[in-house]
């Protein structure tokens, strides 16, 4: 996985998030492992929402790490170095396993989901989300349809065809898991001003790695076409929508 994820640190990725997380239905007290953890924002949504025994949270970036161990949840959850494709738990360790935004960053998706099921019991669940990179759900898709438009490089995570809802049911019946269901998640993202939008998309991890390389005429023509492209209401507020796609399977008993 990258150092460069998009990460879970929005108001909009926590309403989506809460979505996901009340879709799975999972009850209260179970032993979790968050795969690809990062920051640690989407294991401290997990333990207010679901109240675990227990979390175990895996990534691969140390600073992503540090990050997490000074949030509240590190109260209770144990964040660890590790790999998403060799998660270093045994067999059976764990209730439930997830992947939040993570899955297109995993070099093999197979091989990922085949390590939740693995350190899962059976009866266990495994589930994840991602931005619907190819069907337009992206939270930056604004700014990318312009990008392409003028013939700019637009970066996709490197494995994104797992974005897609028909891969990702596709991986998770071939992982063995069973009672596969899958969902759109879809939720409005809202800022005060086009300036707003503007400096946070900027400043997310996806942009940066662009925006240097970009000419300084060639940001100013593409900010001026995705203000137009997402006129302000009365107020001055800009609103758009932004979708995942999301998968849960148990593991057979």
Same mark, same amino acid.
């Given at each position: 996985?990258?150092?460069?994820?998009?990460? +879970?640190?929005?108001? *909009?990725?926590?309403?989506? $998030?809460?979505?996901?997380?009340?879709?799975?239905?999972?009850?209260? $007290?179970?032993?979790?492992?968050?795969? $690809?953890?990062?920051?640690?924002?989407?294991?401290? *949504?997990?333990?207010?929402?679901?109240?675990?025994?227990?979390?175990?949270?895996?990534? @691969?970036?140390?600073?992503?790490?540090?990050?997490?161990?000074?949030?509240?949840?590190?109260?209770?959850?144990?964040?660890?170095?590790?790999?998403?494709?060799?998660?270093?738990?045994?067999?059976?360790?764990?209730?439930?396993?997830?992947?939040?935004?993570?899955? +297109? +960053?995993? @070099?093999?998706?197979?091989?990922?989901?085949?390590?939740?099921?693995?350190?899962?019991?059976?009866?266990?669940?495994?589930?994840?989300?991602?931005?619907?990179?190819?069907?337009?759900?992206?939270?930056?898709?604004?700014?990318?349809?312009?990008?392409?438009?003028?013939?700019?490089?637009?970066?996709?995570?490197?494995?994104?065809?797992?974005?897609?809802?028909?891969?990702?049911?596709?991986?998770?019946?071939?992982?063995? *898991?069973?009672?596969?269901?899958?969902?759109?998640?879809?939720?409005?993202?809202? +800022?005060?001003?086009?300036?707003?939008?503007?400096?946070?998309?900027?400043?997310?991890?996806?942009?940066?790695?662009?925006?240097?390389?970009?000419?300084?005429?060639?940001?100013?023509?593409?900010?001026?076409?995705?203000?137009?492209? *997402?006129?302000?209401?009365?107020?001055?507020?800009?609103?758009?929508?932004?979708?995942?796609?999301?998968?849960? $399977?148990?593991?057979?008993?």
């Amino acid at each position: 996985m990258a150092e460069t994820q998009i990460r +879970f640190d929005d108001g *909009l990725s926590y309403e989506r $998030g809460s979505i996901f997380l009340d879709w799975l239905a999972a009850p209260l $007290g179970l032993k979790w492992i968050d795969a $690809g953890c990062g920051t640690g924002a989407f294991t401290e *949504l997990l333990i207010e929402r679901c109240a675990p025994a227990l979390v175990n949270g895996i990534d @691969p970036t140390e600073a992503q790490l540090n990050f997490a161990r000074k949030r509240l949840a590190a109260r209770q959850a144990k964040f660890d170095l590790g790999d998403a494709m060799a998660l270093p738990f045994p067999a059976d360790e764990f209730d439930a396993a997830i992947m939040a935004l993570v899955i +297109f +960053f995993v @070099p093999d998706p197979a091989k990922g989901v085949a390590e939740m099921a693995r350190v899962v019991r059976p009866g266990g669940m495994v589930a994840a989300y991602a931005w619907d990179i190819f069907g337009g759900g992206f939270t930056l898709e604004p700014i990318r349809i312009e990008m392409r438009a003028m013939g700019l490089t637009v970066v996709n995570p490197p494995t994104s065809e797992a974005s897609r809802v028909e891969v990702l049911r596709d991986l998770w019946i071939r992982a063995g *898991l069973s009672e596969v269901e899958t969902r759109e998640i879809t939720v409005h993202r809202t +800022f005060p001003d086009f300036e707003d939008f503007w400096t946070t998309s900027l400043s997310s991890p996806n942009m940066r790695s662009v925006i240097p390389a970009t000419a300084p005429n060639d940001i100013e023509l593409l900010k001026a076409r995705v203000r137009a492209r *997402l006129p302000a209401d009365a107020t001055g507020r800009i609103t758009y929508s932004a979708r995942a796609n999301a998968v849960k $399977g148990r593991v057979p008993k």
